[in-house]
């Protein structure tokens, strides 16, 4: 299985996430990670899974990501299998709102066929960021991501 694994990461827990799941996916077949900012249209093609994941800013997805994803040619993923995964803080009075549902509904505007429900890899803030404060993963959200990765090479 060839798969593509696209993020963006302000604070570098969404990049931790998704090399976390390219560890799992490297021993089914190529994986490549790429970073949002240096997406082509050319990562697009012969894969056949392809993973997106973003933090959760303002209750959705980033506007760098609508950005990238609106303009892909329509179809662009038909017949690629994909799934979606947010980092978000769990105490979020909100955390029902997050950006993997609403990026999961862009993937397939693309064409794609979703494979598992959207997933989320929860963070604890530390102070905000602002004032120097860090978002780290809560402990053991690697190990999700690692589960979540072997779910998505066999999603039966």
């Known amino acids: ?16 996430v998704a090399e976390a799941m390219a560890e ?12 949002i900012e240096q997406l082509t249209a050319g990562d697009w093609e012969g894969v056949d899974l ?17 950005f990238v994803l609106r303009v ?9 299998s994909v799934a979606a995964f947010d980092t978000t803080v769990r105490a979020w009075p ?7 549902p609403k990026l999961l509904r862009r993937l397939r505007r693309l064409g794609g066929t979703p494979v598992a429900e959207p997933e989320t890899f929860f963070v ?10 860090t978002d780290l993963l809560e ?12 779910k998505l090479l066999d999603p039966s």
Do not use: C
Request: proline share 5%.
């Open 1 to 16: 299985m060839r798969t593509v694994i696209v993020y963006y990461s302000k604070f570098g827990n969404t990049r931790r």
């Open 24 to 35: 799992v996916m490297g021993r089914a077949g190529e994986v490549r990670v790429v970073g």
């Open 50 to 66: 392809v993973v997106v994941g973003t933090p959760t800013h303002a209750f959705s997805v980033p506007a760098a990501v609508r």
């Open 72 to 80: 892909q040619p329509q179809g662009i993923l038909a017949g690629k």
């Open 94 to 100: 909100f955390r029902r709102l997050r950006a993997s």
């Open 124 to 133: 604890a803030m530390h102070g905000a960021p602002a004032a120097g404060g």
């Open 139 to 150: 402990e053991g959200q690697i190990d999700h991501a690692r589960q979540w990765a072997a």
